[in-house]
């Protein structure tokens, strides 16, 4: 009785061994990737330009791309979201300012630029996956699920740009904060002190 089961559990051993050890080698590239986001965000658009060409190419599988398009606007409201919404949970933790007399509190977003990025590619490459399998390739009239996202899309960035005009925060920032220090006060003798 006990052989029966070991040979079912040395048979996968050597499976889960080989799992194991690929997806160190995927996590190891994955973390070597995270620095260049130029880069990787290239390889995203080629991603999905190269589905978007199967698709146009196929002429089906618009349903696909429709979930993929509700679950990208939906990635990308967490990326553009706060961490703590001041509307929702008042916390002791980072916070956005509310009043111009508040402290800078830096701007956390609720979904990290890596995890969406990941999450985009991670979602094109299963779309393209599927695109092989016909039984995803459900015939609808493809005009209006795009003209529904169209509108689902303005709908939701009007109510999250009136979100961020409200609380007063921009989700993007340009290049590495700088400190200045402080600005020497001019004095009216001339004097430098060298």
């Given at each position: 009785?006990?052989?029966?089961?070991?040979?079912?559990?040395?048979?996968?051993?050597?499976?889960?061994q080989?799992?194991?050890?690929?997806?160190?080698?995927?996590?190891?590239?994955?973390?070597?990737?995270?620095?260049?986001?130029?880069?990787?965000?290239?390889?995203?658009?080629?991603l999905?330009?190269?589905?978007?060409?199967?698709?146009?190419?196929?002429?089906?599988?618009?349903i696909?791309?429709?979930?993929?398009?509700?679950?990208v606007?939906?990635?990308?409201?967490?990326?553009?979201?706060?961490?703590?919404?001041?509307?929702l949970?008042?916390?002791?933790?980072?916070?956005?300012?509310?009043?111009?007399?508040?402290?800078?509190?830096?701007?956390?977003?609720?979904l990290?630029?890596f995890?969406?990025?990941?999450?985009?590619?991670?979602?094109?490459c299963?779309?393209?996956?599927?695109?092989?399998?016909?039984?995803?390739?459900?015939?609808v009239?493809?005009?209006?699920?795009?003209?529904?996202?169209?509108?689902?899309?303005?709908?939701?960035?009007?109510?999250?740009?009136?979100?961020?005009?409200?609380?007063?925060?921009?989700p993007?920032?340009?290049?590495?904060?700088?400190?200045?220090?402080?600005?020497?006060?001019?004095s009216?003798?001339?004097?430098?002190?060298?």
């Amino acid at each position: 009785m006990e052989g029966n089961g070991g040979d079912g559990a040395s048979a996968a051993a050597p499976l889960n061994q080989w799992r194991h050890d690929a997806w160190k080698i995927f996590q190891f590239y994955l973390d070597k990737s995270t620095p260049h986001a130029v880069y990787r965000w290239i390889g995203t658009f080629v991603l999905a330009c190269l589905y978007a060409l199967r698709v146009f190419y196929l002429q089906g599988f618009y349903i696909i791309s429709y979930g993929v398009g509700i679950y990208v606007l939906n990635l990308l409201i967490g990326f553009l979201s706060p961490l703590v919404d001041p509307e929702l949970e008042p916390s002791d933790g980072p916070s956005l300012p509310t009043k111009g007399s508040d402290e800078f509190k830096p701007f956390i977003r609720r979904l990290p630029e890596f995890k969406f990025w990941y999450a985009i590619t991670k979602a094109f490459c299963i779309a393209f996956v599927l695109t092989f399998f016909s039984m995803f390739d459900v015939p609808v009239f493809w005009p209006i699920l795009l003209f529904y996202w169209v509108v689902l899309f303005f709908l939701t960035m009007r109510r999250q740009i009136a979100h961020m005009i409200k609380y007063k925060y921009l989700p993007f920032n340009i290049g590495k904060q700088k400190y200045s220090g402080k600005k020497p006060a001019a004095s009216s003798s001339g004097f430098r002190g060298d």
